[in-house]
């Protein structure tokens, strides 16, 4: 028998789901996307969430981990950005159990991505701390020392120069302002400097979209931590939430 978990990816524009074998890290079956419903209403992403699952035919016994662009503390969603503002302060992880008849674990989106990425990806088998970030609408954060997650760290929203950190150096921010690779870059490099001096971490891993580009600024940072790009890209969030919901049941 397989060690399986479904692992759900609520976005502001989707929701993705998939069946995820824990011990290979491999996705079993196709990955399931549905819109995120306009609004973004509790009720609404839970009936969609539902709708997700079952197309994922899996067995009621199932651990089911949700990730979720928020900070949680012990499932409670604290945040919410591109969704409904009932989210902040509002008990996701009890809902979902109610709406859903299934024991689940809400987590960070970007605390997901980053699990997956040092239980399957680019940190796998590092020690010491690994810090992901992922560059996309803002910057997510994620720490995870010698395997074990640090749940909720929101380094997008260090303040650098009198400035919130992702307002400056986000993967939006360079797509509005029009910069090169080499402007963004020297922004990335204030930014990642300034994080390295605060928590010197073994290594850096850069998620988001803009990752795929990687070669056009990674090269162009001077750190003493080695960085490197993500390697699981849109799948992360589906298997670090699958992961973390089969290692906590």
């Not at 009932?86 to 980053?114: M, P, Q, S, T, Y």
């Not at 996309?136 to 749940?151: E, F, R, S």
């Not at 992360?236 to 699958?242: E, K, T, V």
Request: net charge negative.
């Amino acid at each position: 028998m397989r060690a399986t978990a479904i692992g759900i990816d609520i976005g502001g524009t989707g929701i993705k789901g998939g069946l995820v074998d824990v011990l290979s890290g491999e996705m079993i079956g196709d990955r399931v996307r549905v819109a995120t419903p306009e609004g973004g209403e509790p009720e609404d992403i839970a009936r969609v969430v539902r709708e997700v699952i079952e197309q994922l035919d899996a067995p009621e016994n199932v651990p089911v981990g949700i990730c979720f662009p928020s900070s949680i503390r012990h499932g409670v969603t604290m945040l919410a950005a591109n969704i409904s503002q009932r989210w902040i302060g509002f008990e996701a992880e009890k809902f979902f159990e109610k709406e859903l008849g299934r024991n689940i674990h809400f987590v960070n989106d970007a605390d997901a991505a980053g699990y997956a990425e040092v239980i399957y990806g680019a940190a796998r088998d590092q020690k010491g701390l690994v810090i992901m970030t992922t560059l996309g609408t803002g910057i997510g954060a994620a720490m995870i020392y010698d395997g074990v997650l640090i749940p909720n760290a929101e380094l997008g929203h260090l303040e650098i120069d009198g400035f919130d950190a992702e307002k400056r150096a986000s993967g939006v921010v360079r797509e509005r302002e029009g910069l090169s690779y080499p402007e963004w870059a020297e922004r990335l490099q204030r930014y990642y400097s300034h994080v390295e001096m605060l928590f010197s971490p073994e290594l850096f891993i850069v998620g988001g979209g803009v990752s795929k580009s990687h070669e056009k600024f990674l090269p162009l940072l001077t750190l003493r931590t080695p960085i490197v790009p993500a390697k699981l890209f849109n799948k992360a969030g589906i298997m670090g939430a699958a992961r973390l919901a089969f290692d906590l049941e």
